[in-house]
């Protein structure tokens, strides 16, 4: 029992242990999804692609399923014309954004070859992404949820709607939440902190919510975030920090 999409970065500072485990599963490469994400330090035509090499190097692979610009701050025009060329080279499969969410997510649209594939942001029940997901639709641009179950928030696994659904469709509060998301189209990885949570997490695909249930949900949403840094606090507090290789 595991998960087969891994999502690691730069920034987190676990790439070669990532690699190491892919390598020791016995399961072959292209049955598992390698999710990696750039840091605004590896931003600029150049130095994006120089960058992708020591990620692949790390890994220890020989592509990356989907890589992400992580920040929206830095030379993103420039590191996304390095992306495209990787693709072209066949290092990278798919390439997309995380926590693009200001007006620099069409910056990138616009000036793209290859648009990209998935937008990764913050995205639960609190906080449902709703004119986002608007914008996305008409890039043809899936949105992948971090923060899916709201931080584990009691707040919101204890919510009566919620509470409710878990007790009819005799499921947890936190399989209610991602089925939600999976019939709202949003793509989750969620975080497991024991083997039991991890079955929980698969457990999702037996049922289904109906229309009202699914509406009910939509009525948690009061644009509550998690994350609360501004885009120019992020600038200010992230933009010095250089993951080491």
Request: one cysteine or more; proline letters at 3%.
């Amino acid at each position: 029992m595991g998960y087969r999409h891994i999502d690691t970065a730069h920034a987190y500072q676990n790439e070669r242990g990532v690699g190491r485990a892919v390598a020791a599963s016995g399961l072959d490469r292209k049955d598992v999804w390698v999710t990696s994400k750039l840091w605004p330090s590896d931003y600029g035509e150049g130095t994006t692609a120089k960058a992708i090499d020591a990620m692949l190097g790390r890994l220890g692979m020989d592509y990356i399923d989907l890589l992400l610009l992580h920040q929206q701050f830095g030379d993103y025009l420039g590191a996304w014309k390095d992306m495209e060329r990787a693709v072209a080279k066949g290092k990278v499969r798919s390439i997309g954004l995380s926590n693009f969410e200001s007006e620099r997510l069409e910056e990138v649209v616009e000036a793209s070859t290859i648009k990209p594939s998935v937008l990764q942001v913050e995205c639960h029940p609190y906080f449902q992404q709703g004119e986002l997901k608007k914008r996305l639709a008409s890039y043809g641009v899936a949105l992948e949820a971090w923060y899916p179950l709201g931080h584990g928030n009691a707040g919101l696994m204890s919510e009566s709607v919620v509470t409710r659904l878990a007790e009819e469709y005799g499921k947890a509060p936190a399989q209610i939440i991602l089925r939600w998301h999976i019939q709202e189209s949003t793509i989750v990885f969620p975080r497991a902190t024991s083997a039991e949570h991890v079955r929980q997490n698969f457990d999702i695909f037996d049922f289904a919510l109906d229309g009202e249930d699914v509406e009910a949900m939509r009525g948690l949403d009061n644009g509550h975030r998690f994350y609360t840094l501004s885009l120019a606090e992020q600038e200010q507090h992230l933009s010095g920090f250089k993951p080491a290789d």
